[in-house]
């Protein structure tokens, strides 16, 4: 019997690497799944894999950041599942990557979209989710935030302080919620590389990510669909309001020890 069965989960951006990771890995533990994205064909297929392999699960293609899509693809869930117990809200805008660089380079239009995907479309999908988990008797809301959301960095502005926003909600809606029965957690990932990638991912960013990282290597989508799927069972049931960092220790790390490990420098204040 799998950790989640019996239970229902929605997962935004389920066509992506981590979201459709994500999907099957929930699937697996017996959750019964909506998927969506704005990528149809990619959603579909991912939907479809998981019905061929004997499992329950819809797809739904819409623009999370209106609010009639978010009511719609939890209203879509509720009539076809007749309950919420997961929402991963997954979804991101890191296409916008590029051309989202400093605070001088940063236009309003640029900002106003990668924020509203960033936390409106996260905050339309926990206000419709919550009052479906509490009829049910409660539920988990798991917002994939970013580790960017908690240093400073050179790019990703507008995409960090939208990351930034989305830790905030997490809590308030984790404070607001819980006596109701309504848990809500973020998840701040590292950089996280499909294995479809990794034989051709650019040597020189591995060599700058892997040394300041404590658990040296590369994230995998897995390892954030691990942390989805703690903080959506029952495992984490006294879990709540948190940011979970998944990123190898990367934010936990002084940036002089990579350095230091290279050089392999000597102890400091030892005695002779």
Request: net charge negative; aromatic share 4%.
């Given at each position: 019997?799998?950790?989640?069965?019996?239970?229902?989960?929605?997962?935004?951006?389920?066509?992506?690497?981590?979201?459709?990771?994500?999907?099957?890995?929930?699937?697996?533990?017996?959750?019964?799944?909506?998927?969506?994205?704005?990528?149809?064909?990619?959603?579909?297929?991912?939907?479809?894999?998981?019905t061929?392999?004997?499992?329950?699960a819809?797809?739904?293609?819409?623009?999370?950041?209106?609010?009639?899509?978010?009511?719609?693809?939890?209203?879509?869930?509720?009539?076809?599942?007749?309950?919420?117990?997961?929402?991963?809200?997954?979804?991101?805008?890191?296409?916008?990557?590029?051309?989202?660089?400093?605070?001088?380079?940063?236009?309003?239009?640029?900002?106003e979209?990668?924020?509203?995907?960033?936390?409106?479309?996260?905050?339309?999908?926990?206000?419709?989710?919550v009052?479906?988990?509490?009829?049910?008797?409660?539920?988990?809301?798991?917002?994939?935030?970013?580790?960017?959301?908690?240093?400073?960095?050179?790019?990703?502005?507008?995409?960090?302080?939208?990351?930034?926003?989305?830790?905030?909600?997490?809590?308030?809606?984790?404070?607001?919620?819980?006596?109701?029965?309504?848990?809500?957690?973020?998840?701040?990932?590292?950089?996280?590389?499909?294995?479809?990638?990794?034989?051709?991912?650019?040597?020189?960013?591995?060599e700058?990510?892997?040394?300041?990282?404590?658990?040296?290597?590369?994230?995998?989508p897995?390892?954030?669909?691990?942390?989805?799927?703690?903080?959506?069972?029952?495992?984490?049931?006294?879990?709540?309001?948190?940011?979970?960092?998944?990123?190898?220790?990367?934010?936990?790390?002084?940036?002089?020890?990579?350095?230091s490990?290279?050089?392999?420098?000597?102890?400091?204040?030892?005695?002779?």
């Open positions: 019997m799998g950790l989640l069965e019996g239970k229902v989960a929605v997962v935004t951006g389920a066509g992506g690497v981590i979201g459709s990771d994500t999907a099957r890995l929930l699937a697996q533990e017996g959750a019964r799944l909506v998927l969506t994205d704005l990528a149809t064909s990619r959603v579909d297929e991912i939907a479809g894999e998981l061929e392999a004997g499992h329950e819809v797809s739904v293609v819409g623009d999370i950041t209106a609010e009639e899509t978010a009511e719609s693809i939890i209203g879509r869930t509720m009539s076809t599942f007749g309950r919420l117990d997961i929402l991963d809200n997954n979804a991101g805008a890191t296409y916008l990557s590029p051309q989202d660089g400093d605070l001088l380079g940063t236009t309003r239009e640029l900002w979209i990668s924020t509203s995907i960033n936390v409106t479309a996260p905050m339309l999908l926990c206000k419709h989710a009052p479906a988990m509490i009829a049910g008797g409660g539920g988990s809301i798991v917002n994939i935030s970013s580790g960017q959301s908690l240093r400073g960095d050179i790019r990703n502005t507008a995409y960090a302080a939208g990351k930034g926003a989305l830790n905030s909600l997490t809590q308030h809606i984790a404070v607001q919620y819980g006596p109701q029965g309504v848990r809500c957690n973020a998840i701040a990932p590292g950089l996280i590389v499909g294995e479809d990638r990794l034989a051709s991912f650019p040597a020189q960013v591995k700058m990510f892997e040394p300041n990282c404590s658990i040296q290597r590369l994230g995998r897995r390892d954030i669909s691990n942390a989805v799927l703690y903080l959506g069972s029952d495992l984490s049931s006294y879990v709540t309001g948190q940011v979970i960092t998944v990123d190898g220790g990367i934010t936990r790390q002084l940036a002089t020890v990579g350095p490990r290279a050089m392999a420098l000597a102890p400091i204040n030892t005695k002779e």
